[in-house]
C-alpha cells in the first residue's frame, strides 16, 4: 500500500475532520442501550466500533512521534494477529461511553496537529507498508467511514455518501497488491483500469485507459468492497478479465491479516 510522498493538503486535513464528525454526529446523543446495539462485525457493538477508531488513532499518532515504541508494540501484536484487534477494541468498549467519546475525539484532534506537522518526506511505520502523513490520514479517512458504515447500520440510520469517497477508493486501488501479498499470492504484473461513477455523478477514474483488466461500477459499491462491508455478488461493480475478477473477491483497502469478509444478503436474512 505505497503511497505518494509529501506534505499533507489542507484538503485531506479538512477530510479527515469532517469524516469523524460527521461520525461523531451519530453516536454522541446515544444511550448506553444504543451503545451497546449489536453491528453487522461479529461480535462488536457500536462501542467496539468507536473504541476500535480510538485505539488505532493512538497507535498511528504512537507511529509518528515514537517509532521504536511502535514497532515493539506492533511486533508485540503481530504475534496474536487473529486477537490483537478486537482485544484493543473490547478494552475501550468496556469504558463508558462519555469517557470513551471524549478519548476518540481527543485523538482525532491530536492526530489532525500531528499529521499536519510532520515534514515533507516523513515515512509512518505501520501494520503493512509505511506511509507518508498524507497516506496515512487518507487511510484513516477510510477506516472511519468503514466503522462508520457499521454505525449506521446498527442505529437503522441512512448516510448520504459524500465527495471524501474518493480517498477510499484511492487506497483501494492502491492496495490491490498488498491484498495479494497478505493472502501469500503474487500481484498481477499489469495494472488494471477502474472507472467508477462517485456520488454527485463524477467519474473517478485509475490505471491506464487501455488496460486490458478493467472495474466499473459504482463508487460507493467498490469502498464498501475494499473496505469488507458487503460481499462482491452484492457490490454493483463489475470485472472484465480474470485478473480483475480474481482482485475483486480478495480485495481490501486496510492493514493486517485478510478479514472475515460479509455474507451475501440473502444469507443474512
Do not use: N
Not at 491506464?208 to 466499473?216: L, M
Amino acid at each position: 500500500m505505497a503511497d505518494d510522498a509529501g506534505d499533507v493538503t489542507g484538503a485531506v486535513l479538512a477530510d479527515l475532520r469532517d469524516e469523524g464528525e460527521a461520525l461523531e454526529g451519530l453516536v454522541a446523543g446515544l444511550d448506553a442501550k444504543e451503545w451497546a446495539l449489536p453491528t453487522p462485525a461479529p461480535r462488536w457493538t457500536v462501542a467496539h466500533q468507536i473504541a476500535h477508531l480510538a485505539w488505532t488513532d493512538e497507535q498511528t499518532l504512537l507511529a509518528a512521534t515514537d517509532e521504536p515504541a511502535f514497532r515493539d508494540a506492533s511486533q508485540a501484536a503481530l504475534a496474536s494477529p487473529g486477537t490483537f484487534v478486537d482485544e484493543g477494541a473490547e478494552t475501550g468498549a468496556a469504558q463508558p461511553p462519555a469517557v470513551l467519546l471524549e478519548r476518540w475525539r481527543a485523538g482525532r484532534d491530536e492526530l489532525l496537529r500531528v499529521l499536519g506537522e510532520l515534514p515533507k518526506g516523513r515515512r509512518i511505520p505501520w501494520y503493512g507498508p509505511s506511509m507518508s502523513a498524507a497516506g496515512m490520514a487518507t487511510a484513516r479517512i477510510m477506516e472511519t467511514w468503514a466503522h462508520g458504515e457499521d454505525v449506521a447500520d446498527a442505529l437503522g440510520v441512512p448516510r448520504l455518501p459524500t465527495e471524501r469517497l474518493r480517498h477510499v477508493v484511492r487506497i483501494g486501488v492502491r492496495a490491490r497488491d498488498f491484498a495479494y501479498a497478505v493472502r501469500g499470492l503474487q500481484p498481477p504484473g499489469e495494472p488494471f483500469r477502474v472507472e467508477l461513477k462517485g456520488p454527485g455523478g463524477e467519474l473517478w477514474t485509475h490505471g491506464p485507459q487501455d488496460a486490458a483488466q478493467r472495474v466499473t461500477g459504482d463508487a460507493v459499491g467498490f469502498c464498501r468492497l475494499v473496505t469488507q462491508r458487503i460481499h462482491r455478488d452484492d457490490a454493483r461493480v463489475r470485472a472484465e478479465g480474470a485478473d480483475a475478477q480474481r482482485w475483486l473477491e480478495i480485495a481490501q483497502a486496510f492493514a493486517g491479516p485478510p478479514g472475515e469478509g460479509r455474507a451475501r444478503k440473502e444469507e443474512q436474512l
